[in-house]
């Protein structure tokens, strides 16, 4: 197990912060074409000018790969690669113990609820708080919180003291930790690799999240038929110690570090940075579009820890083996999806569309399946779909976002992605209750159709024509 210190690492000092500049940020404006590069209109360093310190000094690897130039980001990576595997397994543990202790299929609504609606609640402010303070220690400390979680559900399984309001109550804490933790994550990849690799430190960051997502519920499952359900929770309580020494040992000499937002502790100041972020991406057309299709495919489609387990157990006449390869088939798709980012498949608006509506089509498939192996294709390319468009969004939003920004809109992504879960899993819960889990899921599919149809047909330049250009009408006005 690897070991972190008793203190949070330490920010090198940087300059006093600043305003972002009234009008349009310095530089050319990108333009995102729903058939084009969202990297294309950004300015490329000039030779032999000074490069940024994430830059400099680093050795030649493949295209896909070339955001791991970058030390800081290998280590953080690693780190990530670690942990992610400790999270999925405790997601499969904890929606099996919910459904061991009660059997009820709300009750997984429930938990999803408690775990992501501080997230909808304070997930914007918290993007104020990523723009405000140092983003790694901001982390580290998330991050033993969230250990800390995991290693006390672990003790109530372990002494068969767990009781379904103890979840349901570590549930709500993590979705705290989460609020914080989430925005600063993704803002905080920019700092170690600058704006030449997001693109591809994105996708990288999607990887390893959905190998983790193969490895994660495929160990679970194999676990908790074998010797049961608290080496899960203990697993991931350690993992996260993995993230933490990946902060500590980073060099902060060799972060990008931004200005930070200058925030005053009273309301009104808190609300104009929260004006501010929310006005930036409801004036940039490709942003809010990606936005708008993500918040609507999350909330009704992607509630898979609500209607697995059940579609799992109920339906395919499974037990917890079987839902693990369930999650760890759609953890291929979205594995698959992810790499073909990174290796040049260009993030654009159409490859987010074709993502959402893969989502659709394979959950309404997948609530008449009846075939195991065919349930596992279909959550394959589920898995692919949420992917291709949630790493899209991802993309397109760090390429456009001015970095004073950065975690305010980042919050405005996290929010609805995770914060979206709540409504979510309590619609799913409530359909699967009254009319089982695959009429869930094909009400689910059919209204991410409906989401997609709708966007194609407002996307930036009209119905899909594929070489008119969307440029983003301005920056966010100033108070």
């Known amino acids: 197990m690897i070991g972190g210190p008793t203190e949070p690492p330490t920010e090198p000092p940087t300059e006093p912060p600043t305003e972002p500049p009234a009008g349009p940020p310095a530089g050319p404006t990108p333009e995102v074409d729903p058939e084009g590069d969202p990297r294309e209109g950004f300015r490329e360093p000039v030779p032999g000018e000074p490069l940024p310190p994430a830059v400099a000094g680093t050795t030649r690897l493949p295209r896909g790969l070339s955001s791991l130039r970058h030390r800081n980001f290998r280590l953080f990576w690693s780190g990530q690669l670690v942990s992610l595997i400790g999270t999925w397994m405790q997601q499969v543990g904890q929606a099996w113990l919910v459904l061991q202790l009660t059997g009820d299929p709300l009750a997984l609504g429930i938990v999803a609820a408690a775990q992501f609606t501080p997230v909808l609640i304070l997930g914007l402010f918290a993007g104020i708080v990523a723009d405000a303070m140092p983003k790694r220690r901001l982390l580290f400390w998330t991050q033993s919180a969230a250990a800390l979680l995991a290693l006390i559900l672990g003790v109530l399984v372990q ?73 899960l929770f203990f697993v991931n309580a350690a993992s996260y110690m993995a993230v933490m020494a990946s902060l500590v040992l980073m060099r902060p000499s060799e972060l990008i570090t931004p200005a930070r937002a200058t925030v005053e502790r009273t309301w009104r100041s808190v609300l104009d ?40 157990r109920d339906v395919l006449g499974g037990q917890a083996d079987t839902f693990g390869f369930l999650m760890a088939a759609s953890g291929i798709g979205s594995l698959t999806a992810a790499l073909s980012i990174a290796f040049g498949q260009r993030p654009t608006l159409r490859l987010l569309l074709a ?62 992605f995770a914060g979206s879960v709540p409504i979510g899993g309590l619609f799913a819960g409530t359909v699967a209750a009254a009319a089982g889990a695959p009429m869930a899921l094909v009400l689910g599919g059919a209204i991410s159709l409906l989401a997609v149809v709708v966007a194609f047909f407002r996307l930036p330049g009209g119905g899909g024509v594929p070489n008119l250009r969307a440029i983003p009408r301005r920056h966010a006005p100033q108070r």
């Open 273 to 312: 940075h929260l004006t501010e972020g929310l006005r930036y991406v409801r004036g940039n057309p490709p942003i809010f579009l990606s936005i708008s299709v993500l918040a609507v495919v999350a909330t009704f489609a992607l509630n898979f820890q609500v209607l697995i387990p059940l579609l799992a």
């Open 355 to 416: 993502g959402a509506g893969a989502v659709g089509l394979a959950l309404i498939a997948l609530g008449v399946s009846r075939f195991v192996p065919l349930s596992m294709i279909l959550m394959f390319v589920a898995g692919w779909g949420l992917i291709a468009m949630a790493a899209t969004t991802n993309t397109i939003i760090q390429l456009a976002v001015p970095d004073v920004l950065r975690g305010r809109v980042m919050s405005v992504y996290t929010t609805v």
């Open 159 to 231: 002494t068969d003291s767990v009781q379904v309001w103890h979840v349901y109550l570590l549930a709500l804490a993590l979705g705290v930790v989460n609020s914080l933790d989430m925005p600063a994550r993704q803002a905080f990849v920019v700092e170690m690799v600058g704006r030449a690799d997001i693109a591809n430190a994105v996708a990288l960051n999607s990887a390893v999240f959905n190998g983790s997502r193969i490895i994660g519920p495929a160990i679970a499952g194999v676990t908790i038929a074998s010797i049961g359900l608290a080496p």
